[in-house]
């Protein structure tokens, strides 16, 4: 299952493309509503979460941090979200974040000797972790994204991981990105 973690303020280009993306793909998507079950992005649109955090017990294939802020800071704040985390590494599954929320990784040590991108200003958290200011970066099980203009490049890398390229470019056709 993949899951997608939201808090209030979380920003929600960054969140809704890449769910809406790996729908299309046909994975299967749960949002997880850490602060509730209704979760107000940073621009004031309410989104109804799927489950709650204790209903999120399918095994993770990719536990998804979108970014924005307050967001990924209400993030940062959860205790149920590092249990989350703390299970996707015990099951060796990937774990991706996008914007401000590669910090909620980088402050748990988990980028470590890793390259990683986040949005800029974000960096100095990203403890031990090579920045390099690209778009996306992968490096092992993590999945890093610099923010809401490479949401659609995100989701799109984050199809080709899950499933394939061939649905990956299917999908960016579709969509007419380039």
Not at 53 to 58: G, K, N
Not at 152 to 174: P, S, W
Request: hydrophobic fraction near 50%.
């Amino acid at each position: 299952m993949i899951y997608t973690l939201l808090a209030d303020g979380f920003e929600e280009v960054e969140a809704l493309c890449p769910v809406d993306v790996l729908r299309r793909a046909g994975l299967a998507v749960k949002t997880v509503g850490i602060t509730g079950k209704t979760v107000t992005g940073s621009h004031g649109i309410a989104v109804s979460a799927d489950l709650s955090p204790s209903e999120a017990t399918e095994p993770i294939d990719l536990l998804f941090l979108p970014g924005g802020m307050p967001g990924s800071s209400n993030l940062d704040a959860s205790a149920e979200v590092d249990a989350l985390i703390a299970r996707a590494v015990a099951e060796d599954a990937k774990i991706a974040a996008i914007c401000a929320a590669p910090f909620v990784l980088g402050v748990r040590g988990l980028l470590k000797g890793r390259r990683a991108t986040c949005y800029p200003g974000f960096e100095d958290r990203l403890l031990g972790a090579t920045y390099t200011g690209a778009a996306v970066e992968i490096d092992g099980s993590f999945i890093t994204g610099i923010g809401m203009g490479a949401a659609l490049d995100f989701a799109l890398r984050l199809v080709e991981i899950l499933k394939d390229r061939d649905t990956a470019e299917a999908i960016r056709a579709g969509v007419f990105a380039k």
